[in-house]
């Protein structure tokens, strides 16, 4: 288990993607804030509310920021002009 989790922060960790990382760590932070209310749910109820309440808020982050790149992506990203590729090019200092 401990393996696999090293594996897999490791793989994490070196992926470019940096939206899908951020919708990835909202996630994470959505599951554990409920299994944190879950468990304190066992001792107080109302701290318990709040932990899910706060969950539910970054589900709601996640959803918002979800829609917003689909809509940069579908709109925005084709209007833009490409980047010009440097690997072809040699520059040269001028004197």
């Known amino acids: 288990m401990y393996e696999f989790i090293k594996q897999s922060l490791s793989s994490w960790s070196h ?47 996640y959803l918002v920021n979800g829609i917003a790149w689909a809509l940069l992506e579908a709109f925005v990203a084709p209007n833009l002009p490409k980047p010009e590729s440097t690997t072809s090019k040699k520059t040269r200092r001028q004197k």
Do not use: E
């Open 15 to 61: 992926q470019k993607d940096q939206r899908r990382k951020l919708q990835q760590a909202y996630l994470t932070v959505v599951f554990i804030g409920l299994v944190l209310a879950g468990l304190l749910t066992l001792l107080n109820v109302p701290q318990s509310r709040l932990a899910a309440m706060i969950a539910a808020g970054f589900a709601v982050v």
